[in-house]
Structures are given as structure tokens and as C-alpha cells.
T-cell receptor
Framework: AQSVTQLDSHVSVSEGTPVLLRCNYS??????LFWYVQHPNKGLQLLLK??????LVKGINGFEAEFKKSETSFHLTKPSAHMSDAAEYFC???????????FGKGTRLSVIA | DAGVTQSPTHLIKTRGQQVTLRCSPK?????VSWYQQALGQGPQFIFQ???????QRGNFPDRFSGHQFPNYSSELNVNALLLGDSALYLC???????????????FGPGTRLTVL
């Protein structure tokens, strides 16, 4: 069965500094991997997705993630944090073909001015 | 192009009552999945509907049931509400069971259910 572990429940960075949110996954098959962001009182928005086409995936708002099969990791990064990036971030794994999405517990990102 | 919509936004019920939540999928989508997000947790899969049938189900009791209509919209029903059912209920839509190779799902804003 697939699962994800988000290694930090809370990350705090200063505005303008890099962001790193860590995620390890477990899957019996070649997985699809996603990062979603959830702002307070809002729905989930897809940041980026890995679908085996390229190991470095670029998403919206300057975020990117690198798929490392040998480390079973899919960490999310951004070179420079903005105040608007403060939100809850979820790493998600799925086997291809409409199987249920399996979410991590989330990492809350705080951005300090 | 309207995205996924859900109603109502908020709902307050008491233990033992029944509740119905509604979801309209993104235009062009025919598959609806429901997730429960407890406070401080990631969403958990409840079930998925395609062609008006429940196709997959997560680890939720039979008190949770659903329906999909010919226009692809969906309802989530919860009977005999418990305090532990208090959560944000998210609806996600996607296109096709076999055609959505990478399983991209689009989420609505959710319905916040509070059980007193």
C-alpha cells in the first residue's frame, strides 16, 4: 500500500529565503506524486505533479520538486519565500489510473517578514 | 469555466442527525471523489463515484453513503452523526476512470461540518 511521510509538521522561514518541505513516499508501483497547497478556509490547489516524464518538476508560483527514486523522496523547494506562501502543504501519492489519493499529514509553512 | 463547487459552506448538526452535502464537478469531469479532513490532518479518501456507481471506497463505515446523478453531480450522506464526524468534507473531480492516467484531481472549497 502506498503512503507518504512529511518529515516536518511546521517549517518557518524568513521572507526572501529558500523553502524546503520534505516528503518521503512508499509505493509498490511507479507512483504519481503531487504537492497541494491549502490556504486557510480554502480548497486544495495543485502546485505540481510528477508523472514520470521528468524527475525535476516545476510548478506554479516558483515551486519545484525533484523525484529521487533511490531515496524515495519528493521534496518541495522554492528559492525565495513570499509572505503569500504561508499555508499548509500536502505531499500526495497515487498509483496511476484514478486510485485514491493518499495524503501526508501536512506541513505548515510560516513566512516571517 | 466553473471549478468544483460544494454546498453548503458550513453546517452545524447534533449527534444522531443525518446530513447531506453536495458537489458539482468541474466542467467536463465525470468522476467525483469525497475526502474527509479532520482538524490538523490530511484528507482521507471516503469513496469515488463514476457512471452513477460507487467504484472505490476507503475505510469508512456504512453510515457514509453517496450518490451520483446523471449530470455527474454528487451527494455525500452521513447518518447517525457522531462528534468525530466533525471535519472539512472535500469533493474532488477528475475525468474518466481509465483516461485520467496521472490521476489529477481538482478540489472544491469544502463543507465544514460541526457536530455538537
Amino acid at each position: 500500500a502506498q503512503s507518504v511521510t512529511q518529515l516536518d509538521s511546521h517549517v518557518s522561514v524568513s521572507e526572501g529565503t529558500p523553502v524546503l518541505l520534505r516528503c518521503n513516499y512508499s509505493s509498490s508501483y511507479s507512483p504519481s506524486l503531487f504537492w497541494y497547497v491549502q490556504h486557510p478556509n480554502k480548497g486544495l490547489q495543485l502546485l505540481l505533479k510528477y508523472t514520470s516524464a521528468a524527475t525535476l518538476v516545476k510548478g506554479i508560483n516558483g515551486f519545484e520538486a525533484e523525484f529521487k527514486k533511490s531515496e524515495t523522496s519528493f521534496h518541495l523547494t522554492k528559492p525565495s519565500a513570499h509572505m503569500s506562501d504561508a499555508a499548509e502543504y500536502f505531499c500526495v501519492v497515487s498509483e496511476k489510473g484514478n486510485t485514491p489519493l493518499v495524503f501526508g499529514k501536512g506541513t505548515r509553512l510560516s513566512v516571517i517578514a | 469555466d466553473a471549478g468544483v463547487t460544494q454546498s453548503p459552506t458550513h453546517l452545524i448538526k447534533t449527534r444522531g442527525q443525518q446530513v447531506t452535502l453536495r458537489c458539482s464537478p468541474k466542467s467536463g469531469h465525470d468522476t467525483v471523489s469525497w475526502y474527509q479532513q479532520a482538524l490538523g490532518q490530511g484528507p482521507q479518501f471516503i469513496f469515488q463515484y463514476y457512471e452513477e456507481e460507487e467504484r472505490q471506497r476507503g475505510n469508512f463505515p456504512d453510515r457514509f453513503s453517496g450518490h451520483q446523478f446523471p449530470n455527474y453531480s454528487s451527494e455525500l450522506n452521513v447518518n447517525a452523526l457522531l462528534l468525530g464526524d466533525s471535519a472539512l468534507y472535500l469533493c474532488a473531480s477528475s475525468f474518466g476512470l481509465a483516461g485520467n492516467l496521472y490521476n489529477e484531481q481538482f478540489f472544491g472549497p469544502g463543507t465544514r461540518l460541526t457536530v455538537l
